[in-house]
């Protein structure tokens, strides 16, 4: 059984560093194939792919938010860390994270409950 | 502005089909065949409902259904049930980049 787990809500500051851990369990990581994304949803709006991680370490970022995210794993841990800096208003959203496997080609089967990240002064 | 473009809404009456379009504006969809379908009910995360255009993974309906054309990718969902209420999402992957892009989203109302 399969499931992902974003960190709690949060409230930060404009300019600021989010981070977000995603704890799975039921895969693993190390698996060929396997990764983890994340997307975001703005309030009342559409989903916003923003990042994958492979089993290999193999990254891939939304070009237009490239330059300010970092994403991490940490397989014994089974956790994989979003990083995005110099965070807006505009950055407030539900996070999701998801699985992937790069032989479904971009589909995502499992995705955690979501998140709300909050930026404001 | 998304590169995948959805109708903002479309309505239909319990049991009958409803077809929901997504329409790839910046490529030529044609040239992938990794278009996925995603359904989002109020307060929950989305729901895979369609792969590689018109796969269905365990456990997904069969009134279900996605095709292709050109750019243009189709959700069908047939006899419709008051359940399918909710957001429906295309997303197309490259397969030359390895990213993935989401449409804009489409509200089915059952009336």
């Known amino acids: 059984q399969i499931t992902l787990k974003e960190s709690n809500p949060t409230l930060v500051k404009p300019t600021q560093t989010l981070t977000l851990t995603c704890t799975f369990s039921?895969?693993?990581?190390?698996?060929?194939?396997?990764?983890v994304a994340w997307i975001r949803q703005p309030p009342g709006e559409a989903l916003e792919w923003l990042a994958v991680i492979y089993w290999n370490d193999d990254k891939r970022y939304s070009p237009s938010l490239k330059s300010r995210l970092t994403i991490t794993k940490d397989t014994s841990k089974n956790q994989v860390v979003l990083t995005l800096t110099n965070v807006d208003p505009v950055d407030t959203a539900t996070y999701f994270c998801?699985?992937?496997?790069?032989?479904?080609?971009?589909?995502?089967?499992?995705w955690g409950q979501g998140t709300l990240v909050t930026v404001s002064s | 502005q998304s590169a995948l473009t959805q109708p903002a809404s479309v309505s239909g009456s319990p049991g009958q089909s409803i077809t929901i379009s997504c329409i790839r504006t910046s490529r030529n969809i044609g040239g992938s065949n990794y278009v996925s379908w995603y359904q989002q009910h109020p307060g929950e995360a989305p729901k895979l409902i369609i792969y590689e255009v018109n796969n269905r993974p365990s456990g997904v309906s069969n009134r279900f259904s996605g095709s292709k054309s050109g750019n243009t990718a189709s959700l069908t969902i047939s006899g419709l049930q008051a359940e399918d209420e909710a957001d429906y999402y295309c997303s197309s992957y490259s397969s030359g980049t390895t990213l993935v892009v989401f449409g804009g989203g489409t509200k089915l109302t059952v009336l």
């Open positions: 998801a699985h992937t496997d790069s032989r479904w080609y971009g589909a995502h089967d499992y």
């Open positions: 039921g895969f693993s990581l190390t698996t060929s194939g396997v990764g």
